[in-house]
Structures are given as C-alpha cells and as structure tokens.
C-alpha cells in the first residue's frame, strides 16, 4: 500500500491512516459530516466542488473528496499519485 494518496485536486491522505471511504448518498453519512464539522474534524478536499466520497480516518476525522469512493480505493490500491 502506498504512503500517501491522492483524492482530488493535489491533496494527499496517509494511507495508513484511512479506515474507510464511502458514498455521501446516506443519512448516516450525511450526519457524521455535519457532526465532524460540529466538532472541527472535517477536512474538506473538494476545492469547491460537489463531495463524492467521504474517508474515515483512525483519528476520527472525516475527509471530502471529489472523487467517486470506487477511484479513490484504487488509488489506494495502486498508489497511484497523479490526478
């Protein structure tokens, strides 16, 4: 697995660091967005725009990408770095 990962618009996650990466269509993922905001532990990765995934980090953050969960677990996978 790689060190790092690209989720969209050159920012990077740690790899190690990543517990899952899910959809935004959920309530319960909806939820745990507003609750991270709530407690500054959202990271917001978007660049403006639309959130396509969210990753759950160890720490408890919760990080938005634009990027679809399915491209953002094969860069994950790959440990590709490019956008």
């Known amino acids: ?11 990077f996650v740690a790899a190690e660091k990543i517990v899952a ?4 269509e959920s309530a319960p993922i909806r939820r745990m967005m507003v609750d991270a905001r709530k407690a500054d532990k959202l990271v917001n990765a978007t660049q403006g725009h639309k959130a396509r995934s969210v990753i759950l980090t160890d720490n408890s953050h919760v990080i938005l990408s634009a ?8 860069r994950l996978e790959s440990g590709v770095q490019e956008e």
């Open 1 to 11: 697995m790689a060190g790092i990962v690209n989720v969209g618009f050159s920012n």
């Open 21 to 24: 990466i899910v959809g935004t």
């Open 67 to 74: 990027l679809q969960p399915d491209k953002v677990a094969r």
